[in-house]
Protein backbone atom coordinates (compact mmCIF):
# COMPACT_ATOMS: atom_id res chain seq x y z
CA UNK A 1 0.00 0.00 0.00
CA UNK A 2 1.45 3.37 -0.93
CA UNK A 3 1.87 6.93 0.97
CA UNK A 4 -1.07 8.96 1.27
CA UNK A 5 -0.41 12.15 -1.35
CA UNK A 6 1.20 15.41 0.08
CA UNK A 7 -1.72 17.66 0.63
CA UNK A 8 -1.67 21.38 0.72
CA UNK A 9 -2.64 21.28 4.44
CA UNK A 10 0.98 19.22 4.51
CA UNK A 11 2.51 22.55 3.08
CA UNK A 12 0.73 24.92 5.43
CA UNK A 13 1.68 23.19 8.34
CA UNK A 14 5.12 23.24 7.51
CA UNK A 15 4.85 26.97 6.83
CA UNK A 16 3.27 27.20 9.91
CA UNK A 17 5.97 25.65 11.90
CA UNK A 18 8.95 27.43 9.53
CA UNK A 19 7.31 30.91 10.47
CA UNK A 20 6.83 29.81 14.44
CA UNK A 21 11.16 28.72 13.99
CA UNK A 22 12.04 32.34 12.60
CA UNK A 23 10.07 34.19 14.61
CA UNK A 24 11.46 32.22 18.11
CA UNK A 25 14.95 32.49 15.95
CA UNK A 26 14.18 36.72 15.83
CA UNK A 27 12.99 36.66 19.65
CA UNK A 28 16.31 35.05 20.43
CA UNK A 29 14.06 32.04 21.49
CA UNK A 30 15.60 28.65 22.22
CA UNK A 31 14.91 26.40 18.48
CA UNK A 32 15.97 23.30 17.12
CA UNK A 33 18.96 24.68 15.82
CA UNK A 34 20.11 25.24 19.44
CA UNK A 35 19.60 21.55 19.78
CA UNK A 36 21.53 20.89 16.85
CA UNK A 37 24.29 23.33 17.07
CA UNK A 38 24.99 23.92 20.78
CA UNK A 39 28.72 25.27 20.34
CA UNK A 40 27.40 28.25 18.67
CA UNK A 41 26.23 29.76 21.59
CA UNK A 42 29.41 30.87 22.59
CA UNK A 43 30.09 32.75 19.45
CA UNK A 44 29.09 36.33 19.00
CA UNK A 45 27.56 35.44 15.27
CA UNK A 46 25.40 32.71 16.36
CA UNK A 47 22.17 34.49 16.66
CA UNK A 48 22.75 36.26 12.87
CA UNK A 49 23.25 32.62 11.69
CA UNK A 50 20.20 31.23 13.57
CA UNK A 51 17.95 33.53 12.18
CA UNK A 52 19.24 33.00 8.80
CA UNK A 53 19.04 29.19 8.90
CA UNK A 54 15.46 30.00 9.95
CA UNK A 55 14.75 32.27 7.05
CA UNK A 56 16.29 30.27 4.63
CA UNK A 57 13.63 27.57 5.77
CA UNK A 58 10.74 30.32 5.54
CA UNK A 59 11.64 31.64 1.90
CA UNK A 60 12.15 27.32 1.10
CA UNK A 61 8.93 26.45 1.87
CA UNK A 62 6.95 29.70 0.69
CA UNK A 63 8.55 29.35 -2.45
CA UNK A 64 7.11 25.97 -3.14
CA UNK A 65 3.78 26.61 -1.80
CA UNK A 66 3.95 29.42 -4.38
CA UNK A 67 4.98 26.92 -7.30
CA UNK A 68 2.45 24.47 -5.85
CA UNK A 69 -0.33 27.32 -6.27
CA UNK A 70 -0.99 26.90 -2.13
CA UNK A 71 -2.53 29.58 -0.52
CA UNK A 72 0.10 30.84 1.73
CA UNK A 73 -0.42 34.30 1.57
CA UNK A 74 -3.27 34.15 4.56
CA UNK A 75 -0.96 32.69 7.20
CA UNK A 76 1.27 36.30 7.28
CA UNK A 77 -0.02 39.74 7.36
CA UNK A 78 0.36 42.24 4.12
CA UNK A 79 4.24 43.54 5.02
CA UNK A 80 4.97 39.81 5.86
CA UNK A 81 4.34 39.34 2.75
CA UNK A 82 6.04 41.48 0.88
CA UNK A 83 9.90 41.06 3.00
CA UNK A 84 9.12 37.29 2.11
CA UNK A 85 8.17 38.24 -1.94
CA UNK A 86 11.71 40.57 -1.63
CA UNK A 87 13.41 37.58 -0.30
CA UNK A 88 15.87 40.02 1.63
CA UNK A 89 16.44 39.16 5.49
CA UNK A 90 16.96 43.16 5.92
CA UNK A 91 17.18 45.52 8.79
CA UNK A 92 13.73 45.92 8.05
CA UNK A 93 12.55 42.34 8.29
CA UNK A 94 14.13 42.09 11.12
CA UNK A 95 12.79 45.64 13.14
CA UNK A 96 9.39 45.31 11.76
CA UNK A 97 8.38 41.53 11.17
CA UNK A 98 6.11 41.47 14.02
CA UNK A 99 4.93 44.99 13.29
CA UNK A 100 5.00 46.49 16.80
CA UNK A 101 7.27 49.24 16.02
CA UNK A 102 6.02 50.56 12.78
CA UNK A 103 4.27 53.38 14.41
CA UNK A 104 7.38 54.84 15.20
CA UNK A 105 7.99 55.04 11.56
Known amino acids: MGKEPVT ?27 D ?7 HPQFFWYKRYVAWSELLTITSLCQELEFNWKENFTDNQVEYLEQRVMSAKVLDFWFEKNEALI
Not at 36 to 42: A, F, S
Open 8 to 34: EQFFIDKLTEAKDHFERALDCKHTEFD
Open 36 to 42: LYPYMIE
